[in-house]
């Protein structure tokens, strides 16, 4: 049952930044194959996650959610919810096994056709967010605010 694995890892410390950096790498598939324009965003999380609402805050902040605004479609997936989501066609459980979450919060880039581009599990801070993103998502290392985080990280 996917729901256990899920409230354990929840309550774990926060992923070590080399595991994510691993991970992202060993997960990053094709990109260039596949246009910005042509990229979904689904993002896992549950309501009372602390990691969640740590990663909620680094999406919200303006800079961060205009970015992605502009190169993905993106959807909000509670877990623990039972509506639909219609871009899915699942409840938020349902979705989380067909996409193999095994902890939140989890974000998955994907193709329009379903190929996964780009998987993030764990709660990131902004800093590392964005390296990730404007690393390995198609069109990204054009973007003015990548652009601008990367030339900050080089100083």
């Not at 354990?8 to 990109?31: D, E, R, Y």
Request: hydrophobic letters at 45%; one cysteine or more.
């Amino acid at each position: 049952m996917v729901g256990m694995p899920l409230a354990i890892l929840c309550g774990m410390k926060q992923f070590p930044p080399i595991l994510i950096w691993a991970v992202a790498a060993l997960l990053f598939l094709a990109v260039s194959q596949v246009s910005a324009a042509e990229t979904r965003m689904l993002y896992f999380y549950y309501i009372g996650c602390p990691w969640c609402a740590k990663m909620d805050k680094v999406l919200r902040q303006p800079d961060v959610d205009g970015l992605l605004r502009r190169h993905a479609e993106i959807t909000r997936i509670n877990i623990q919810g039972r509506k639909r989501i219609s871009l899915l066609g699942q409840s938020g459980l349902e979705a989380a096994k067909k996409f193999k979450v095994y902890g939140t919060p989890t974000i998955i880039f994907m193709s329009v056709a379903g190929k996964e581009i780009l998987r993030i599990p764990g709660a990131l801070n902004r800093q590392d967010f964005l390296d990730v993103v404007c690393r390995y998502l198609p069109g990204m290392q054009e973007e003015k605010d990548c652009r601008l985080f990367n030339e900050k990280g080089r100083q």
